[in-house]
């Protein structure tokens, strides 16, 4: 049972992190000064779970995450993050609107980006379907022990073995 347990709780990690999307910020301009990162944000849709990434050269730019105020004011007061890697990758976990710039005087320039988070959608009545489906398939699984398991396991990602007894 505990081996079917974390079966599905692997299978439920994998479904979760394909699921996340990766916005990258300016896309191929990347995070750089003079760029309508309004109408780029505008074009995208942000979920909880998504990324959020920006590419820079880190020796002239950064990332801080700010309020209203610092984002209006292109100010990196009671800032909540920053980050310096040139290649920033951003886990946006709340639905919010969260607001970015650069603290390096970018930000006057335009290196700024307000984004809202959107909960993630309910999943079409088919995916409940098969969900239920597959809690029955899980429950059989259990009932039959760690050989039904493994050979499941193996249909499932379409690979093939033999028994030897």
């Known amino acids: 049972m505990a081996l079917s347990v974390l079966f599905f709780l692997l299978l439920a990690a994998v479904a979760?992190?394909?699921?996340?999307?990766?916005?990258i910020v300016g896309a191929n301009k990347g995070w750089?000064?003079?760029i309508n990162y309004t109408l780029w944000a505008n074009n995208q849709t942000f979920y909880v779970g998504d990324y959020i990434s920006f590419r820079y050269q880190k020796s002239q730019y950064n990332v801080f995450l700010v309020n209203q105020t610092g984002y209006d004011n292109c100010t990196i007061?009671?800032?909540f993050g920053n980050w310096t890697s040139g290649k920033d990758f951003i886990m946006l976990n709340k639905t919010q609107r969260y607001y970015f710039i650069c603290g390096t005087g970018g930000c006057m320039n335009g290196m700024k980006v307000s984004v809202v988070v959107?909960?993630?959608?309910?999943?079409?009545?088919?995916?409940?379907?098969?969900?239920?489906s597959s809690e029955k398939s899980a429950a059989l699984v259990a009932a039959r022990g760690f050989g039904s398991l493994l050979a499941m396991s193996f249909a499932f990602f379409g690979l093939t073995f033999s028994v030897c007894i």
């Open 32 to 34: 750089n000064p003079g």
């Open 77 to 79: 007061d009671d800032a």
């Open 16 to 23: 979760t992190t394909v699921n996340a999307t990766d916005h």
């Open 118 to 132: 959107h909960p993630l959608p309910s999943p079409p009545m088919s995916a409940v379907a098969a969900e239920h």
